[in-house]
């Protein structure tokens, strides 16, 4: 059996790559690791793509695409944050970012051992943020 260790990155496509990448680096203060174009055989274009995050910590790789669709998109993803409470889910609201059930509880979720914020990116590809690593399992 294999060991796992840690997420490596998330591979996405996204509609907006500098929209994206601005996003990531606002809300979670992202660096970008490597930008670059090179030209896809296989769908005979450019393609433009980033790979953003934290150094051992995660990353993404963002792929510019003309086509997304809910058959490739993901789910939700998770990030482990500090200092997670309804302060964070109200700075959120107030920089533009959509923050689900703002209204109610300030976006906040009760969980067994854990409160999550899901938020959105550009591209309707949903965040949890959340103050316990793995939910507390």
Known sequence: MLNFKNIDHI????????????FYQKVFNFEVKEEKEYF?????????YAIIGKSNKGLLALYESDKLSSQNSINHFGFYIDNLNSETSTKLHKNGIKVWNYETNYGLIDYKQSISIYIEDPDGYEIELTNNFGGGL
């Open 11 to 22: 591979n996405m496509n996204v509609s907006n790559l500098e929209a994206s990448i601005h």
């Open 40 to 48: 896809s055989p296989k769908q005979n274009k450019n393609i433009k």
